[in-house]
T-cell receptor, first 116, second 112 residues
Framework: ELKVEQNPLFLSMQEGKNYTIYCNYS?????LYWYRQDPGKSLESLFV?????AVKQEGRLMASLDTKARLSTLHITAAVHDLSATYFC????????????????FGQGTILTVHP | NAGVTQTPKFQVLKTGQSMTLQCAQD?????MYWYRQDPGMGLRLIYY???????DKGEVPNGYNVSRLNKREFSLRLESAAPSQTSVYFC???????????FGDGTRLSIL
């Protein structure tokens, strides 16, 4: 059974600081997704990482994937209040034939609060 | 440009009642998914449909059934609702698994 674990689960940051959210998963996969969810809202896609060593950046967020370590990171640079949200990583396992149907297993989520 | 539309947005049921949650997407996506989200947890996959005419179980399918009515629509049915099915239900769709899934706004379901 695939397990996806995020840490920390709660993150309180000051504006302007840097921090990293970690996403570990327990079985082979080369497809990892990061989503953002605001309270009471839907999920918004942030990044899709499709190969070992993939790195993507958008604004103050940068995501990377190390498939050998089964680890993805979401790095926050110079945090601002607008980044306050819950961040989820999700992993897609290919089936035995190598075909993926997008069956995502989500981490528990990291609740990020950015303070002035 | 509606994206993924879920109805209803809120619903309260009594134990034992049945109900169907509706989901429709206008992006011509092949694959559609139903998830549930419980407090303090990530989303868990209930059922999915990789393409029109196919459906398969996800991680937590017990107590649910689905129908992929056509390429646009994917419904989730609770035949006999139980309090443990109180949750927020999200429908999602994607063109293929190399693309992100697009999520609806969710249905908040309470079962008394």
């Amino acid at each position: 059974e695939l397990k996806v674990e995020q840490n920390p689960l709660f993150l309180s940051m000051q504006e302007g600081k840097n921090y990293t959210i970690y996403c570990n998963y327990s079985t082979t996969s080369d497809r990892l997704y990061w989503y953002r969810q605001d309270p009471g809202k839907s999920l918004e896609s942030l990044f899709v990482l499709l190969s070992n060593g993939a790195v993507k950046q958008e604004g103050r967020l940068m995501a990377s994937l190390d498939t050998k370590a089964r680890l993805s990171t979401l790095h926050i640079t110079a945090a601002v209040h607008d980044l306050s949200a819950t961040y989820f990583c999700a992993v897609d396992i290919s089936n035995a034939g190598g075909t993926s149907y997008g069956k995502l297993t989500f981490g528990q989520g990291t609740i990020l609060t950015v303070h002035p | 440009n509606a994206g993924v539309t879920q109805t209803p947005k809120f619903q309260v049921l009594k134990t034992g009642q049945s109900m169907t949650l509706q989901c429709a997407q206008d992006m011509n996506h092949n694959s559609m998914y139903w998830y549930r989200q419980d407090p303090g947890m990530g989303l868990r996959l209930i059922y999915y449909s990789a393409s029109e005419g196919t459906t398969d179980k996800g991680e937590v399918p017990n107590g649910y059934n689905v129908s992929r009515l056509n390429k646009r629509e994917f419904s989730l049915r609770l035949e006999s609702a139980a309090p443990s099915q109180t949750s927020v239900y999200f429908c999602a769709s994607t063109w293929d698994s190399r693309q992100p899934q697009h999520f609806g706004d969710g249905t908040r379901l309470s079962i008394l």
